[in-house]
């Protein structure tokens, strides 16, 4: 095949290096295209775990440009242009989603953003290569100006609409993770009684702000709005402590602060009962079940008025709080007795009281509610309970060959059911645990006795709240890899993550 230089063709370039080489170049050019195509129908049908964008929507053009340049390189058609416009892409690509998130590649995960950028323009300087049709073009003669015309403006075009909505989303300063736009992470810091507030796409602090004595537990409300945070004068006191020895509790401290969710600023402090721990809210927002510690009570309040609408006889004191999906029922763990009692919802009186193990100390359901699973922070271990029968079914021990006994503590299940992810207090790991196989799926060093767990809402990233080092840990849970330490107040304890706020899940390269 002979190769006729077109000196009209800025991009094209004579073959250098024939034979084995060539064929290489073909390879590479049809493995990178085919590749770079299957992000197209992710982003439009949401295929692979991600979730459809709109057509007319920065995502929806980039789509676009993978629909129309991954074809064209793949048979070596306007290859240069087309290599072109996929590398802008890709820039903008990494400029918009990653370089927000650190200033290395390795740290911002940009890449494979990077590695296509490359690629596409090694491609764009050396064109199509004699096995393309752009080759075959010139050596037939017939050159197709008007198709070669068309597909290049259609190429300008959404190249020009890509770079546009980039510029206008800077101009918005909303250049970010579109994993994680929207999206923000409150922790409480038991020590030094204040809230910490964290930008999940940034992953930095956007403020601390002072709350009360020794806040704990923390929910987030359905509409997003406000927070309920439970805080307590009790002192602080280890299992095993004297009580004798402690100074008195400081009652007027106790209650829930309902935290407007845009300020941090306290609207309220709810009397919910004595030394309030945990707490977890209905799904239409009416109603807080609190537990109290100190008097072995859980508190149904009524969230309008900020009255307790009734007060529940529970186990030694009570914990961990969560309500089944279906709203019917309540779980509390009741540490000092071993422990979880069952609490109906419509007539706030208990069912049922199951024994599960020692010292139980939080609670999570399946989406389903048909499972629940009880963190035993003296059984290093936790406990799948059948959450539709009210019965014991097993106990999972969560100890590894050559560490340290886990004391389970937080707990939290990604939103479809995949993976239950509880974090081991002394060990300072997070253990994973796959509810499909009934199995543990191993563990992660994340940090010095991790309390809190909090998943964002696609389930891909864990955040644990790590005591005595005063950090939240990021965890990539796709790589098991803890890529970031975000420092916070002191103590931090309970960590709760929002729901996403108009933005989809986007997997990009």
Same mark, same amino acid.
């Given at each position: 095949?002979?190769?006729?230089?077109?000196?009209?063709r800025?991009?094209?370039?004579?073959p250098?290096?024939?034979?084995?080489?060539?064929?290489?170049?073909?390879?590479?050019?049809?493995?990178?295209?085919?590749?770079?195509?299957?992000?197209a129908?992710?982003?439009?049908?949401?295929?692979w775990?991600?979730?459809?964008?709109?057509?007319?929507?920065?995502?929806?053009?980039?789509?676009?440009?993978?629909?129309?340049?991954?074809?064209l390189?793949?048979?070596?058609?306007?290859?240069?242009?087309?290599?072109?416009?996929?590398?802008?892409?890709?820039?903008?690509?990494?400029f918009?989603?990653?370089?927000?998130?650190g200033?290395?590649?390795?740290?911002?995960?940009?890449?494979?953003?990077?590695?296509?950028?490359?690629?596409?323009?090694?491609?764009?300087?050396?064109?199509?290569?004699?096995?393309?049709l752009?080759?075959?073009?010139r050596?037939?003669?017939?050159?197709?100006?008007?198709?070669r015309?068309?597909?290049?403006?259609?190429?300008?075009?959404?190249?020009?609409?890509?770079?546009?909505?980039?510029?206008?989303?800077r101009?918005?300063?909303?250049?970010?993770?579109a994993?994680?736009?929207?999206?923000?992470?409150?922790?409480t810091?038991?020590?030094?009684?204040d809230l910490? !507030?964290? +930008? $999940? /796409? *940034?992953?930095? %602090?956007v #403020?601390?702000? =002072?709350? &009360?004595k020794?806040p704990?537990?923390?929910? @987030?409300?359905?509409?997003?709005?406000?927070?309920?945070?439970?805080?307590?004068?009790?002192p602080?006191?280890g299992?095993?402590?004297d009580?004798?020895?402690?100074p008195?509790?400081?009652?007027?401290?106790?209650?829930?602060? !309902?935290? +407007? $969710? /845009? *300020?941090?600023? %306290?609207? #309220?402090?709810? =009397?919910? &009962?004595?030394?309030?721990?945990?707490?977890? @809210?209905?799904?239409d927002?009416?109603?807080?079940?609190?537990?109290?510690?100190?008097?072995?009570?859980?508190?149904?309040?009524?969230?309008?008025?900020?009255?307790?609408?009734?007060?529940?006889?529970?186990?030694?004191?009570?914990e961990?709080v $969560?309500?089944?999906?279906?709203g019917?029922?309540?779980?509390?763990?009741?540490?000092?007795?071993?422990?979880?009692?069952?609490?109906?919802?419509?007539?706030?009186?208990?069912?049922t009281?199951?024994?599960v193990?020692?010292?139980?100390?939080s609670?999570?359901?399946?989406?389903?509610?048909?499972?629940?699973y009880?963190?035993?922070?003296?059984?290093?271990?936790?406990?799948?309970?059948?959450?539709i029968?009210?019965?014991?079914v097993?106990?999972?021990?969560?100890?590894?060959?050559g560490l340290?006994?886990?004391?389970?503590?937080?707990?939290?299940?990604?939103?479809?059911?995949?993976?239950?992810?509880?974090?081991?207090?002394?060990?300072?790991?997070?253990?994973?645990?796959?509810?499909?196989t009934n199995?543990?799926?191993?563990?992660?060093a994340?940090?010095?006795?991790?309390?809190?767990?909090?998943?964002?809402?696609?389930?891909?990233?864990?955040?644990?709240?790590n005591?005595p080092?005063?950090?939240v840990?990021?965890?990539?849970?796709?790589?098991?890899?803890?890529?970031?330490?975000?420092?916070?107040?002191?103590?931090?304890?309970?960590?709760?993550?929002?729901?996403?706020?108009?933005?989809?899940?986007?997997?990009?390269?």
């Open positions: 095949m002979s190769i006729v230089h077109d000196e009209r800025p991009f094209e370039r004579p250098a290096l024939p034979g084995w080489t060539e064929s290489a170049y073909l390879c590479l050019r049809l493995g990178v295209a085919i590749l770079f195509v299957f992000h129908p992710q982003k439009i049908f949401g295929w775990g991600s979730e459809p964008f709109p057509l007319l929507s920065l995502r929806g053009v980039a789509s676009g440009i993978e629909l129309v340049t991954g074809p390189i793949a048979v070596g058609y306007l290859t240069s242009w087309a290599a072109l416009a996929a590398a802008a892409e890709m820039a903008v690509a990494y918009l989603v990653h370089a927000p998130r200033a290395w590649p390795i740290e911002n995960h940009g890449e494979l953003a990077l590695l296509y950028f490359l690629v596409f323009v090694y491609i764009t300087v050396r064109g199509g290569g004699p096995y393309s752009d080759a075959r073009q050596e037939s003669g017939a050159p197709h100006a008007r198709m015309a068309a597909l290049a403006a259609a190429l300008a075009v959404c190249v020009v609409a890509y770079v546009y909505g980039f510029s206008v989303e101009a918005r300063g909303a250049v970010v993770d994993t994680a736009r929207g999206v923000r992470l409150f922790v810091n038991e020590m030094s009684g910490t !507030e964290i +930008d $999940a /796409a *940034t992953e930095t %602090v #403020r601390t702000v =002072p709350l &009360g020794r704990r537990g923390i929910k @987030i409300s359905p509409d997003q709005k406000s927070l309920y945070v439970a805080m307590t004068g009790s602080n006191a299992p095993g402590v009580p004798a020895t402690l008195p509790p400081d009652r007027s401290a106790d209650g829930i602060g !309902e935290v +407007d $969710a /845009a *300020t941090l600023r %306290v609207k #309220r402090i709810i =009397p919910a &009962g004595a030394d309030p721990e945990q707490l977890d @809210i209905s799904a927002g009416t109603r807080l079940y609190v537990a109290c510690e100190d008097t072995a009570t859980v508190s149904a309040v009524d969230v309008p008025s900020g009255r307790v609408a009734a007060v529940i006889k529970v186990g030694n004191e009570p961990g $969560a309500i089944r999906p279906d019917k029922v309540v779980y509390v763990a009741n540490e000092a007795d071993g422990t979880v009692s069952v609490i109906d919802t419509n007539t706030n009186t208990p069912v009281r199951i024994a193990g020692h010292r139980p100390r609670i999570a359901f399946l989406p389903d509610g048909t499972r629940a009880v963190t035993l922070e003296n059984d290093a271990a936790f406990t799948i309970v059948d959450a029968r009210h019965r014991f097993q106990l999972v021990p969560l100890n590894e060959p340290p006994n886990p004391r389970p503590m937080g707990i939290a299940v990604t939103p479809d059911g995949s993976s239950v992810f509880v974090t081991t207090g002394s060990q300072g790991r997070l253990s994973f645990f796959n509810p499909v199995q543990p799926a191993g563990s992660l994340v940090g010095p006795r991790p309390w809190g767990v909090a998943l964002m809402p696609d389930g891909r990233t864990a955040f644990t709240a005591g080092s005063n950090d840990s990021v965890i990539d849970v796709g790589t098991r890899e803890v890529r970031k330490h975000i420092p916070v107040g002191t103590r931090p304890w309970g960590i709760a993550a929002t729901s996403y706020t108009n933005v989809r899940v986007m997997e990009t390269p």
